[in-house]
């Protein structure tokens, strides 16, 4: 089945699980070019409600008669076999692409797709480099794994030649993408319930890098051992960065009182653009360098890359400033791996406070289990952890790991860490402890945001 966007507008795709992030982003886009678009998923939501008042007609529930009349069946990887959505469309002989595949499909139609990977900071960088080509005039079509204020949302549908996206590497599915600007931001260990270990992951990456054209780009952290393992078997043109090594380095570097970096663009020994970045902390100075590495190999003009990166304040639940209270202050960040986590606390250690409470829900149990020991030394930045139960999302519990096995854990370190089974009594004893001046942040890809907010509102 192929697709052009003016030609095809009768057609009928239903999405099964619509209301995730990327899926509705998919959706949207294709409403906004005209085509006629279905979905189901388990519950309502703020993403389904929005579909639903631009056309789409949503399907609360899984039931094969909500395929009916479709011409293509797009689905997420969290669905299960037994869907029965899923069974239906195969028992009929519809034709089926899994959100990865339609995602690439879809890439086909931009001449400048840019694919942004890395195990961390894809939402962040992506979010940069919408500014960019916003500043740029580019007109893009954007699809970014968070909300951006800057586009209202998760999606921008545009009319250019100009595609941005995040490229996520759970299960591969990066490698059904068609970049013609890859951007690589490093490569950890995530993801081990499907990848068998780092090597699995590494070498993943690696097939990435070979579905960018000769033409192409790819734009990666020269100082990740793991990818520049791999960066000489590109077969396209290179691009490096890093803090003191790479193609592009910041020049001057600074840190204001808040922990933002502000540095001149140091590029294969030329200065080129003062940047002055507002969001905090060296990782996203790292991210503004591969944002602005990106720039540089599509020839966007300096000053839509300067002053886009400066009107940055970041995405929702990265870093997040939520609000203040009694003068506590509250940030939120979805950090949900080791190595997040540290470079979130160091950015929150450089902002004024007197003491740094968090607030950290783990994801998934396989993730939990897998990095225990690298979570058991991520929180040594704090003044005191409070450690909420483990968030499930697509897992079940095995009785293998939980929180209180974490929390023990963590406690064995020194650190103090308390853990609690519900954000209520989480809250009121965030309420009996926190003083004026002190630091809240609440991490993970859960709902342990709702901590913060339930603080701020008590």
């Not at 990887?77 to 089926?96: C, F, H, R, T, Y």
């Not at 960019?132 to 079509?141: H, R």
């Not at 780092?198 to 734009?219: A, M």
Request: hydrophobic residues 40%.
């Amino acid at each position: 089945m192929s697709f052009d966007f003016e030609k095809d507008k009768n057609k009928h795709i239903h999405f099964i699980g619509i209301g995730g992030v990327s899926m509705s982003g998919l959706a949207e886009i294709l409403l906004n070019h005209g085509y006629r678009v279905s979905g189901s998923d388990m519950k309502a939501s703020q993403a389904t409600e929005r579909l639903a008042a631009k056309g789409a007609v949503i399907h609360i529930g899984h039931e094969s008669k909500n395929i009916e009349g479709s011409d293509l069946i797009v689905y997420t990887a969290a669905i299960s076999e037994d869907n029965p959505e899923l069974m239906g469309a195969k028992a009929q002989g519809k034709v089926l692409m899994d959100r990865a595949e339609f995602l690439g499909y879809l890439m086909r139609d931009f001449k400048y797709s840019i694919a942004v990977s890395g195990t961390h900071g894809k939402t962040t960088t992506t979010s940069m480099l919408a500014h960019i080509v916003c500043k740029a005039q580019l007109d893009p079509t954007i699809l970014v794994g968070g909300d951006l204020d800057l586009i209202e949302g998760n999606v921008r549908s545009g009319k250019s030649e100009y595609f941005l996206t995040e490229a996520c590497e759970y299960k591969a599915s990066f490698l059904k993408f068609y970049p013609y600007v890859g951007v690589v931001l490093n490569i950890d260990a995530d993801h081990l319930d499907f990848y068998r270990d780092i090597n699995h992951i590494q070498d993943t990456f690696q097939k990435f890098l070979g579905t960018i054209p000769e033409e192409g780009y790819v734009v990666a952290w020269g100082e990740d051992e793991k990818i520049a393992k791999i960066l000489p078997s590109a077969p396209c043109n290179v691009i490096t960065y890093g803090l003191e090594k790479g193609d592009i380095i910041p020049y001057e570097l600074n840190f204001d009182q808040r922990g933002c970096g502000s540095f001149t663009v140091n590029y294969r020994g030329d200065k080129l653009f003062k940047v002055i970045l507002r969001v905090p902390g060296p990782h996203n100075v790292l991210n503004a360098l591969a944002a602005i590495g990106a720039a540089l190999a599509l020839e966007l003009p300096t000053e839509a890359i300067s002053s886009g990166l400066e009107s940055f304040y970041g995405t929702h639940r990265r870093f997040e400033r939520k609000g203040e209270k009694n003068g506590v202050f509250v940030v939120d960040d979805y950090a949900h791996h080791p190595t997040e986590i540290k470079a979130v606390l160091k950015a929150a250690s450089k902002m004024p406070h007197n003491r740094l409470f968090c607030a950290f829900q783990p994801h998934t149990y396989s993730r939990t289990k897998i990095l225990f020991e690298d979570f058991a030394v991520s929180f040594d930045e704090v003044d005191e952890l409070l450690l909420a139960d483990i968030y499930a999302a697509r897992e079940k519990d095995n009785k293998e790991v939980s929180s209180d096995m974490l929390g023990n854990r963590i406690r064995q370190r020194g650190v103090n860490c308390k853990n609690f089974h519900s954000f209520l009594d989480m809250t009121n004893y965030l309420e009996e402890r926190l003083l004026p001046g002190d630091l809240l942040i609440t991490v993970g890809a859960g709902d342990i945001y709702r901590v913060g907010e339930m603080y701020l509102t008590k």
